[in-house]
C-alpha cells in the first residue's frame, strides 16, 4: 500500500518536480560560480598536464574499446591528477574549501528542499491545501539547515559504503572474466540495500518535523517508534523505490544521451519525499488524499466509519 500510495501521490503533485528542479539549478549554478572561482588556477595546471584532452578521449573509448582498456586510461589520468595536485601545494587552501564545498555545504543546500516539499505535501494529504513551496522553504530555513546537517552525518556510514561498493564494481568489472562480473552484481544488489536501508530507518523523521511542527532532535526519537511499527512494509518499500530509481536513471542516461536526468533526478529525490510522508501517515493511522477524489482511510478508522453508520441505522 505505501508503494502504491507513494506512485500516486507522485503523479497527483508532480508539479512540484519543476520547484525541486528550478532550486536545484540554482544550488548547481551557485555551487558552479564558487568552484570556478576555487578551482580556476588548478584547473590550468590541469590543462597544461593535458588532463582533460585525454580524459574526453577515454570517455569516447568506453564504447569503442575493451573495458579492461579504459579502466587503465581512467586510472592512469586519475594518477597524473594526483601528481598534479601534489605538486602545486601552494593551492592548498583551494583544495581544501573545493573539498568542504562539495562533499559538504552543496549537498546540504540541495538537502533544504526536503522540508518545504514535506510541508507542501501535508497540505495537500490533509486538506488540498495548496502551500507555496518558497514561501514554505523560508519559513523553514532554520529547521532545514539543522535537519540537513545532522541527517548528513547519520546517514554518512551508508553514502561511504555505498561508494565503496561501486568503486569496486568498477575495479571487478574492469577485471573482465566472469568470476568477478559475477562478484560485481552481487555488490551492486549490496549497494541497493544499503540505499534502501538508508531510506527506510529514516522514513519518519522529516515529516514529524513538517505534520507535528517538532524540533529536529524529538522528531527523530519518533522517526525510529514509527519505523518500529511497520520496518518490513517501510523497508520493502523502500528497496522497490530504490530499484525503480535505479533502472530508470540508468535507461534515461543511456538512452537519452543523459539529458532526460535533468527531469529524473529531481523526480526520484521528490518521489522519496513523497515516500516518506505517506510512510509516516501509514504508521501513525492518518487519513490522506492521494488524488483530489481518493482519501485514503487506515482500517481502523474504517471500522469506525461503519459503526457510526450502523448507529445512525439503529
Known amino acids: 500500500m505505501i508503494f502504491r ?8 503533485n508532480f508539479s512540484n ?9 540554482i544550488c548547481i549554478s551557485l555551487s558552479f560560480c564558487v568552484c570556478y572561482f576555487l578551482a580556476s588556477p588548478i584547473v590550468a595546471k590541469l590543462i597544461e598536464a593535458n588532463v582533460f584532452v585525454d580524459f574526453g578521449q577515454a570517455v569516447g573509448d568506453l564504447f569503442v574499446q575493451p573495458l579492461q582498456t579504459t579502466a587503465s586510461s581512467f586510472e592512469q589520468i586519475f594518477t597524473r591528477i594526483g ?7 601552494q593551492f592548498r587552501f583551494n583544495y581544501i574549501f573545493l573539498g568542504v564545498w562539495v562533499l ?9 528542499a526536503q522540508l518545504a516539499s514535506g510541508e507542501v505535501l501535508y497540505g495537500f494529504m490533509t486538506s488540498q491545501v495548496k502551500y507555496g513551496w518558497t ?3 523560508i519559513k523553514n530555513i532554520g529547521k532545514s539547515v539543522l535537519y540537513s546537517a545532522l541527517r548528513y552525518f547519520l546517514v554518512a556510514i551508508f553514502n561511504i559504503l555505498a561508494l565503496a561498493g561501486l568503486y569496486y564494481v568498477v ?33 519518519c523523521w522529516m515529516p514529524s518535523i513538517a505534520v507535528l511542527d517538532n524540533n529536529v532532535v524529538s522528531s527523530l526519537k519518533q522517526n525510529f517508534s514509527c519505523i518500529k511499527r511497520n520496518f518490513l512494509n517501510i523497508f520493502s518499500t523502500s528497496l522497490l ?37 505517506v510512510s509516516f501517515f501509514s504508521t501513525q ?3 490522506f488524499y492521494v488524488y483530489p477524489d481518493m482519501f485514503i482511510s487506515p482500517k481502523r478508522f474504517e471500522e469506525q466509519d461503519n459503526i457510526e453508520k450502523i448507529k445512525n441505522l439503529i
Open 241 to 277: 523505490l530504490v530499484i525503480l530509481s535505479v533502472v530508470i536513471n540508468l535507461l534515461c542516461a543511456v538512452f537519452t544521451l543523459a539529458s532526460a536526468l535533468i527531469v529524473t533526478i529531481p523526480a526520484t529525490a521528490f518521489l522519496f519525499i513523497v515516500f516518506q510522508m
Open 171 to 203: 575495479i571487478f568489472l574492469s577485471a573482465g572474466s566472469i568470476k568477478y562480473a559475477l562478484v560485481a552484481i552481487c555488490l551492486v544488489a549490496l549497494i541497493i540495500l544499503t540505499l534502501a536501508l538508508k531510506q527506510a530507518l529514516f522514513a
Open 135 to 137: 514561501g514554505r522553504y
Open 285 to 287: 493511522g492518518m487519513r
Open 83 to 89: 601528481e598534479v595536485l601534489a605538486t602545486n601545494v
Open 104 to 112: 559538504f555545504i552543496f549537498p546540504l543546500t540541495l538537502d533544504f
Open 5 to 12: 500510495n507513494t506512485i500516486r501521490l507522485l503523479l497527483t
Open 17 to 25: 518536480v519543476w520547484k525541486v528542479l528550478l532550486y536545484y539549478v
